[in-house]
Each structure stands twice: as structure tokens, then as C-alpha cells.
């Protein structure tokens, strides 16, 4: 997200209606998951950021932290029908990745074969 970030006052200086979803993690989390399925050790992978909510506010956009998923559809709703640029802090867990991706997947594969 910070690579592009900036766009955010462009968006803000041609007025355009916005909503960014942020997801949140801390980390390259999918790098992270991948290599520790793989046996390899996580490196440089973790890291802090700055306070979203509060950066986008710095832009003049609207910051929405702490949504959960039963919250979301109603925030984005609420984003969405209202004019302006909006930011949805998102955090992720990976917890369920090995169990989904990884177990899951390879028991529906195998009822194909």
C-alpha cells in the first residue's frame, strides 16, 4: 500500500469518490506463511507501520479501523454512499491459510482424481 499511497491526494484533489480497503497484516504475511510450509525460517519478513487511519486522515480522506467481518458490509455501504475518499483498515489473520489452502484444497483434489 505505501508504494502508492500517494494517490490518495490526487484523489482528494480531483474530488473523486474512493474506497480503499486496506489489509492489514504487519508483515508480508503470504511470503511468510509460504516459507514456513516450506520448512524455511522467516526473515525480515515482519514489520511495523504507520497509523492508516491517521495517515489517510492526514490527506483529508475518512479512516475506518477495527472492522470486523460482520461490520464490513455496513461500513462499505456506508463508504460508498457517501461523496469523498475512504480508507477500511482490514486486519488479516493467516491462521486458517494451512487448514483451508493446504488441507482442504488437497482433500477436494483428490475426490477429482
Known amino acids: 500500500f505505501l508504494v502508492n499511497s500517494q ?3 490526487t484523489a482528494i484533489r480531483l ?3 474512493l474506497v480503499i480497503l486496506l ?7 503470504m511470503i511468510k506463511w509460504k516459507q514456513g510450509g516450506m ?14 487511519v491517521k495517515y489517510a486522515e492526514s490527506y483529508g480522506a475518512r479512516g475506518y479501523r477495527g472492522v470486523n467481518q460482520e461490520q464490513l458490509a ?10 469523498g475518499v475512504h480508507l477500511i483498515e482490514l486486519p ?4 486458517e491459510n ?4 493446504t488441507e482442504e484444497l488437497k482433500r ?5 482424481g
Request: a negative charge; glycine letters at 8%; hydrophobic letters at 40%.
Open 74 to 83: 455496513e461500513v462499505l455501504e456506508h463508504c460508498l454512499d457517501t461523496p
Open 7 to 9: 494517490e490518495m491526494e
Open 108 to 112: 477436494k483434489t483428490c475426490l477429482l
Open 39 to 52: 520448512g524455511l525460517p522467516a526473515f525480515g519478513l515482519d514489520f511495523g507501520n504507520p497509523d492508516f
Open 23 to 29: 489489509i492489514r497484516d504487519d508483515a508480508f504475511g
Open 98 to 101: 494451512e487448514s483451508v489452502l
Open 92 to 95: 488479516i489473520d493467516y491462521a
Open 15 to 17: 474530488k473523486l469518490d
